[in-house]
């Protein structure tokens, strides 16, 4: 089970944390991701850190969104930052026993989502 907390109401230029607390034992051995979808708009990829620690990142958030994770607690996390109104979605966590999760199709287990506006 995935859970997502962090999500709110921020001005443009502001900056957000997300958490995805995972349940489980095996959390450091799954892949970890954030993947959103706008209003509209198909669910897509954002920022991924596989369970040795490579990172992929969707070019729209690169030097803005950062991933990082703490398998110790189970959780990790998306640090937002400069955010603009088009990063306003639902965002959503998954994990994935793969190497990689980008395209949505290995991934195992999807958080509920929380959402994130952004304002002008």
């Known amino acids: 089970q995935l859970v997502e907390s962090g999500g709110g109401l921020v001005q443009a230029g502001g900056s957000l944390r997300l958490s995805c607390a995972a349940s489980g034992r095996t959390f450091s051995s799954y892949s970890v991701g954030w993947f959103r979808q706008a209003p509209g708009k198909d669910r897509e990829f954002v920022v991924e850190v596989s369970w040795s620690g490579k990172r992929n990142y969707a070019n729209s958030v690169k030097g803005r969104f950062t991933i990082s994770r703490d398998n110790a607690k189970n959780t990790a996390y998306l640090q937002m930052s400069s955010l603009k109104p088009e990063d306003t979605a639902v965002y959503y966590c998954?994990?994935?026993?793969?190497?990689?999760?980008?395209?949505?199709?290995?991934?195992?287990?999807w958080g509920q989502g929380t959402q994130v506006t952004v304002s002008s």
């Open positions: 998954a994990v994935s026993r793969s190497a990689t999760l980008w395209t949505g199709s290995s991934v195992d287990y």
